[in-house]
């Protein structure tokens, strides 16, 4: 089983529309980023977490002819806006597709995207089911814990499946899961800027994670274009830190 990273960008994505900061107008290719999302692969089973409006370019790019089941880490447009695009899947695969998240977040999709609860032909047929923390999703013969994240002061999912762990939008993380993430080989945090603010982490702050948790590597994700272009990003960090890019395959 692997994990790869199909968005490494935060909600406006880089390059930001009409930006020219040294990120935004890089040529190397892992400057450009999509908004955060992420499929674990077992097999020919595909299991996407997060939805955004960048969901079918990345569906594109990366091949998928089949998704087993989508994971959502909780409502906000940059990881749910893309979920109309599961149609294609629907339609190839005659199945209503599975969909897990918060019971606060099925409540959302149901209002958001009403039609596609309804008895019409064409619309993407969600399968919603609603998981809470501590549960856990069997999918490629393994285990899919989900953890709590403190995304500023609203609760969201993260997971943990084998060693590896992915964590979106932290703010901080409850005692509760710091326990859960013990002995990990590689960790997926988000990072957002040098600053953070009140709902997503600082360098520093995610820094301070990676030396409480000691994970064998990190992946740094999340990102804004604020970090400057990737190559220095990277040259600033420790050793066994390093910077996501979305197509980066990690092994479970």
Same mark, same amino acid.
Do not use: W
């Given at each position: 089983?692997?994990?790869?990273?199909?968005?490494?960008?935060?909600?406006?994505?880089?390059?930001?529309?009409?930006?020219?900061?040294?990120?935004?107008?890089?040529?190397?290719?892992?400057?450009?980023?999509?908004?955060?999302?992420?499929?674990?692969?077992?097999?020919?089973?595909?299991?996407?977490?997060?939805?955004?409006?960048?969901?079918?370019?990345?569906?594109?790019?990366?091949?998928?002819? @089949?998704?087993?089941?989508?994971?959502?880490?909780?409502?906000?447009?940059?990881?749910?806006?893309?979920?109309?695009?599961? @149609?294609?899947?629907?339609?190839?695969?005659?199945?209503?597709?599975? *969909?897990?998240?918060?019971?606060?977040?099925?409540?959302?999709?149901?209002?958001?995207?009403?039609?596609?609860?309804?008895?019409?032909?064409?619309?993407?047929?969600?399968? *919603?089911?609603? =998981?809470?923390?501590?549960?856990?999703?069997?999918?490629?013969?393994?285990? =899919?814990?989900?953890? @709590?994240?403190?995304?500023?002061?609203?609760?969201?999912?993260?997971?943990? *499946?084998?060693?590896?762990?992915?964590?979106?939008?932290?703010?901080?993380?409850?005692?509760?899961?710091?326990? @859960?993430?013990?002995?990990?080989?590689?960790?997926?945090?988000?990072?957002?800027?040098?600053?953070?603010?009140?709902?997503?982490?600082?360098?520093?702050?995610?820094?301070?994670?990676?030396?409480?948790?000691?994970?064998?590597?990190?992946?740094?994700?999340?990102?804004?274009?604020?970090?400057?272009?990737?190559?220095?990003?990277?040259?600033?960090?420790?050793?066994?830190?390093?910077?996501?890019?979305?197509?980066?395959?990690?092994? *479970?």
């Amino acid at each position: 089983m692997y994990l790869r990273l199909l968005g490494t960008a935060t909600s406006q994505g880089v390059p930001v529309i009409g930006c020219h900061c040294a990120a935004c107008t890089s040529t190397d290719p892992r400057d450009q980023r999509l908004r955060a999302s992420a499929v674990l692969c077992a097999g020919e089973a595909r299991f996407n977490i997060d939805a955004g409006p960048d969901f079918r370019h990345q569906m594109l790019a990366a091949g998928m002819e @089949r998704l087993d089941a989508i994971l959502l880490t909780h409502e906000h447009n940059d990881h749910t806006a893309g979920i109309d695009d599961v @149609r294609p899947f629907c339609f190839m695969q005659q199945m209503d597709m599975p *969909v897990y998240c918060l019971d606060r977040v099925a409540r959302e999709l149901r209002e958001r995207f009403a039609y596609a609860f309804t008895d019409y032909p064409g619309v993407p047929k969600l399968d *919603v089911r609603r =998981v809470d923390f501590g549960d856990r999703i069997e999918f490629g013969g393994q285990s =899919v814990e989900l953890l @709590r994240v403190n995304h500023g002061n609203l609760p969201i999912l993260g997971i943990r *499946v084998g060693k590896l762990a992915y964590l979106t939008d932290v703010k901080t993380l409850p005692e509760e899961t710091l326990a @859960r993430l013990t002995d990990l080989d590689t960790l997926i945090i988000s990072c957002l800027n040098h600053h953070g603010t009140h709902s997503h982490m600082s360098v520093e702050e995610s820094l301070a994670y990676v030396d409480r948790l000691r994970p064998r590597r990190t992946v740094l994700f999340h990102l804004s274009h604020r970090l400057g272009p990737h190559a220095e990003f990277s040259a600033s960090l420790p050793a066994g830190v390093e910077v996501g890019y979305d197509g980066m395959q990690l092994t *479970v």
